[in-house]
């Protein structure tokens, strides 16, 4: 059972370069999220979706666009990268809304640096 | 402004040794709590959910405890190993409104020396 399965571990991007970290689950969950972590700060929602086909902005989402064409997956899309998105970027999923105690599994994040 | 502020920032205690760590929040309507543990280079794995109506629960070696009232709440971990050297995030979900919000801490750094 793989969970949440995050491509690439690792990147370097040179500014104004677009690219797309992957995300899939195999766990059949509806809910799936991209969150950033910088250092010294808590996780910021960057996109989160409710089902495939359905799309909404979190905390953070400029400079980022998703899709979600089937349950399993929910690539991200950089465009233009900018050094502000040097991050780790995390995805995950759960079952059920946050409010109704859905637990969020996490990949095992995607390190980019945009120089 | 909602917050979840964790105390302390890091911590070193020696194996097999007892700690708890401290989680307060100003999350308003409060819906549930978490901890969760995330090593280095890794993703954050979940320990704990409670919600408003709970007011301890555990995982193992792992006891969390929640006071809705004082809006606090504590992750308390019992004999130490080597491998629970991580770092231990506080996250509040928010009820009601649309955006499925969970608020995180910054996360207490535990290093567990031998």
């Known amino acids: 059972n793989a969970g949440v399965t995050q491509t690439p571990k690792f990147r370097i991007l040179k500014i104004g370069q677009s690219m797309t970290l992957q995300c899939t689950q195999d766990?059949?969950?509806?809910?799936m999220y991209w969150y950033r972590q910088d250092p010294g700060m808590g996780l910021k929602l960057i996109y989160y979706s409710v089902g495939a086909g359905i799309t909404d902005k979190g905390e953070v989402p400029n400079g980022y666009n998703v899709s979600r064409s089937t349950t399993e997956d929910f690539p991200l899309r950089l465009e233009l990268a900018a050094p502000s998105q040097t991050s780790v970027y995390f995805c995950a999923s759960s079952d059920r809304l946050a409010e109704n105690a859905g637990e969020l599994f996490f990949g095992e994040g995607s390190r980019l640096t945009v120089l | 402004k909602n917050q979840v502020e964790q105390s302390p920032q890091s911590l070193i205690i020696l194996e097999g040794k007892n700690c708890t760590l401290q989680c307060n929040y100003t999350v308003s309507p409060f819906s549930n709590l978490r901890w969760y543990k995330q090593d280095t280079g890794r993703g954050p794995v979940s320990l704990t959910i409670m919600t408003f109506s709970e007011n301890t629960k555990s995982n193992g070696r792992y006891t969390a405890t929640l006071d809705a009232d004082t809006k606090q709440s504590s992750l308390h971990i019992t004999a130490s190993q080597l491998s629970d050297s991580a770092s231990y995030i506080c996250?509040?979900?928010?009820?009601?409104?649309?955006?499925?919000?969970?608020?995180f801490g910054t996360g207490t750094l535990l290093a567990v020396q031998p």
């Open positions: 766990m059949n969950h509806n809910y």
């Open positions: 996250v509040v979900s928010e009820q009601g409104g649309a955006t499925n919000k969970l608020i």
